[in-house]
């Protein structure tokens, strides 16, 4: 029998269809798993006329991972930043995935508490740096995908063992 996870999914909105791109890829992996049953929630499941804050509270609060795709426009959001980002950095209740969706400059730029975190991007031989998802291309995108798969199911077995 599978695990019932539910995965909240912060970014950026100037990063949306980027965001979305990356989300479809990773559903694709994701929905095959042998151990675990993924709900993804993110900002687009709030219906007209609910209240949005409250909403994003209540997703928060009910999860049991967070995504959070990285991005200039994601480290710049002061909302992000006050009322997402402190359920998985400040509290460490919830498992966090930090996921490079666009470049960041690791050493210049504020990563509001994600400093001490292993971020993920794409590395492979030929690359002369890791990759952010919007660096990468074609069959690197279906990898970085894979690859986040991997590291998202190998955190979720960890914490279980816990």
């Not at 950026?12 to 479809?24: E, M, W």
């Not at 975190?117 to 894979?146: M, N, V, W």
Request: positive net charge; contains cysteine.
């Amino acid at each position: 029998m599978k695990k019932n996870v539910t995965v909240f999914v912060s970014y950026a909105r100037a990063n949306r269809d980027l965001a979305t791109r990356f989300l479809k890829k990773f559903k694709e992996q994701a929905a095959p798993s042998k151990q675990y049953h993924y709900t993804f929630w993110r900002d687009n499941d709030i219906l007209v006329g609910e209240k949005w804050h409250e909403e994003i509270q209540y997703a928060l609060g009910e999860c049991d991972v967070g995504l959070v795709l990285l991005s200039p426009a994601f480290l710049g959001s002061q909302y992000i930043q006050n009322n997402e980002l402190p359920n998985f950095v400040k509290s460490g209740r919830k498992s966090l995935i930090p996921v490079m969706l666009q470049p960041i400059d690791l050493e210049r730029h504020d990563l509001k508490g994600l400093q001490q975190t292993h971020i993920f991007r794409l590395d492979r031989p030929r690359f002369a740096s890791p990759k952010a998802y919007g660096e990468c291309s074609g069959a690197h995108r279906d990898q970085f995908a894979l690859e986040v798969f991997r590291q998202v199911e190998a955190r979720l077995d960890k914490v279980a063992r816990k």
